[in-house]
């Protein structure tokens, strides 16, 4: 069934959020089960867990919310003393139940079960590699991929497994693994999605995309899984490993703009305060006159706040937004599908009616949204709507685990500035700039990938590079039996 088809005010789509326990003596999948819970903005297609309990693996995953895919009938019977989940938005596959992770997979030593956030950009030249040498697939993922090459490595260690697979993937990859009696996190060598050490009540390990996580477990945050970094937890506790290095580091600075949870903290920084750094050097770069200040809920509030202490002009909540929308299964009739982004943003008309606003926003993808919230506001009553936007111009497509867009649906790759205020129906736009953006982020600008701005990605790409081509790879109708007996199991 389709998600409500409300877009979202950035046109983005998250990456995975991924998440393991080590927790002898304590119930895992619940922790699990609200690790994922915090980390639920970072994607809302699918939901799973998996669990050990030494000698068996268990597994559920189902499409929808963490609260929609697990009762507690279903976590009763996920037990064990580890547990890795994942909350899914499709990079790679389409949004299928059986594209949901943690995947499971047989090896040598017994199955692994794998989550991974990223895009694994040779996937399909792996697949081929694998399928010739007699490799079954369930799934039309790269996170399968991952799990079979690990699996069929000519090593003898699942550590030097792992290893052997960081040489063969390129792209980008946190992931956490688990056997009957290991959790391991691994990161990929630029370190492009992030991903934490925590750890629980003195006799408890916990992994996870964002630090928000562990915050609500109790969990006391250690330090960053570091690029290239492998991470064994078992019974003799915490044992770090290199699995790959690489010079070039490439961590996404859309985790600051818009991914990761305001309360997060990455690479020593926080969100929040990065966004509301952003607002500030937004006013500085592009002041405007105008009566108030308004961020788009909810990731560009920060930044919003920012703009307003910065330029001195009052900042105001006059754009409410249903935080429910776009999380249900259920399909809107066509007449309240007409009203588009008014199902998700409501303007409060008597604090617009008659005001020139600046409006912050975190990006502009392919605008298509944008114009309806500038058309909702006018209609509320602004003379003048000015967008600020706290990233540069999106010109590039994203091949390491955001779902953004091609580059010829991308507006910024099509038209200037101006031209884009004209399509959006402001009065006018302004973006921050890449070194504006580094400087309100506060870290060395060596330590992040600004392909989506530049054009200079850290590894090779096509640029025609579809997500969906390990489904389209056969011919159509071979692609189409494929999908539907694995939706059949």
Request: proline share 5%; net charge negative; charged share 25%.
């Amino acid at each position: 069934m389709e998600r409500l088809p409300v877009p979202t005010g950035a046109s983005l789509h998250e990456s995975c959020g991924i998440f393991g326990v080590y927790a002898p003596g304590e119930e895992v999948a619940r922790l699990a089960f609200f690790g994922l819970f915090a980390l639920q903005h970072r994607g809302q297609e699918s939901s799973g867990i998996a669990t050990s309990d030494g000698a068996k693996i268990r597994l559920h995953a189902a499409m929808g919310l963490v609260a929609q895919v697990f009762t507690e009938a279903i976590l009763d019977q996920l037990r064990g003393a580890i547990a890795i989940g994942h909350n899914r938005y499709s990079t790679t596959g389409s949004s299928r139940k059986f594209n949901a992770q943690p995947i499971l997979v047989p090896s040598p030593s017994g199955e692994i079960a794998l989550a991974h956030n990223g895009n694994i950009i040779n996937a399909e030249y792996l697949r081929k590699e694998l399928e010739e040498k007699g490799y079954a697939f369930s799934t039309t993922t790269d996170s399968e991929v991952i799990a079979h090459l690990i699996a069929s490595a000519p090593r003898e260690s699942l550590v030097e497994k792992i290893k052997y697979a960081m040489s063969r993937l390129e792209g980008a990859y946190s992931l956490v693994i688990l056997t009957k009696d290991k959790l391991i996190g691994v990161r990929d060598p630029m370190g492009v999605r992030p991903l934490c050490l925590g750890s629980l009540n003195g006799n408890g390990w916990t992994i996870a995309s964002e630090t928000c996580a562990l915050d609500h477990l109790g969990a006391e945050f250690l330090r960053e899984v570091e690029p290239g970094e492998v991470v064994v937890v078992d019974r003799d506790g915490v044992t770090s490993f290199r699995g790959g290095t690489d010079d070039k580091k490439a961590l996404c600075i859309f985790e600051y703009i818009y991914f990761a949870r305001p309360d997060s903290v990455i690479k020593g920084r926080r969100i929040y305060q990065a966004r509301w750094a952003m607002g500030e050097q937004l006013a500085r770069e592009y002041p405007i006159d105008a009566d108030l200040v308004i961020g788009v809920p909810d990731s560009a509030t920060a930044a919003g706040i920012g703009y307003s202490l910065a330029s001195g002009i009052p900042y105001t909540e006059a754009l409410l937004k249903n935080r429910y929308v776009g999380r249900t299964f259920i399909e809107p009739e066509q007449r309240l599908r007409d009203l588009g982004v008014k199902l998700k943003f409501n303007p409060m008309a008597d604090v617009i009616s008659g005001k020139r606003l600046v409006v912050v926003d975190d990006s502009i993808v392919r605008g298509t949204t944008t114009p309806q919230v500038v058309n909702l506001l006018r209609r509320a009553g602004a003379t003048e709507v000015h967008m600020c936007i706290c990233a540069p111009p999106i010109r590039y497509p994203c091949f390491f685990g955001v779902d953004m867009a091609t580059r010829q649906e991308l507006i910024a790759a099509r038209k200037t500035v101006p031209e884009i205020a004209r399509a959006i129906g402001a009065d006018s736009v302004g973006y921050l700039s890449v070194d504006g953006l580094i400087r309100a982020v506060d870290l060395p600008r060596e330590n992040f990938c600004l392909a989506c701005f530049t054009g200079d990605y850290p590894v090779p790409v096509q640029l025609e590079m579809d997500k969906l081509a390990l489904e389209t790879a056969r011919n159509p109708d071979q692609s189409k039996d494929f999908c539907e007996r694995l939706e059949e199991k």
